[in-house]
């Protein structure tokens, strides 16, 4: 009974012990390192000026930005072509 114990509380522990090395630590490393490169992205939003936008004081949209507005859009995609693979 005592030996059946012990083999079991082993086998618990190897099992432990490959869940939080295998799985538990390589999670926690990636969400600290994910933590840390969104804490630097909003660090470098912070340093950039704000984005500046072209007014003018007459209200009116530029001329650039009328012309872009009334180019026609294209209705597709690109056409890409493509070979088949026989196996």
């Known amino acids: 009974m005592n030996l059946s114990r012990l083999l079991l509380y082993i086998l618990l522990a190897f099992f432990l012990y490959k869940f939080v090395f295998n799985f538990l630590v390589p999670v926690?490393?990636?969400s600290w390192r994910v933590r840390r490169q969104i804490k630097e992205f909003q660090r470098q939003q912070q340093q950039q000026?704000?984005?500046q936008q072209n007014t003018s004081?007459?209200?009116r949209p530029s001329s650039s930005s009328a012309?872009?507005?009334?180019?026609p859009s294209p209705k597709g995609g690109e056409y890409?072509?493509?070979e088949e693979v026989k196996d």
């Open 80 to 82: 890409i072509d493509f």
């Open 49 to 51: 000026p704000p984005f």
């Open 67 to 71: 012309n872009k507005a009334a180019a």
């Open 57 to 59: 004081t007459s209200g």
């Open 28 to 30: 926690l490393k990636m």
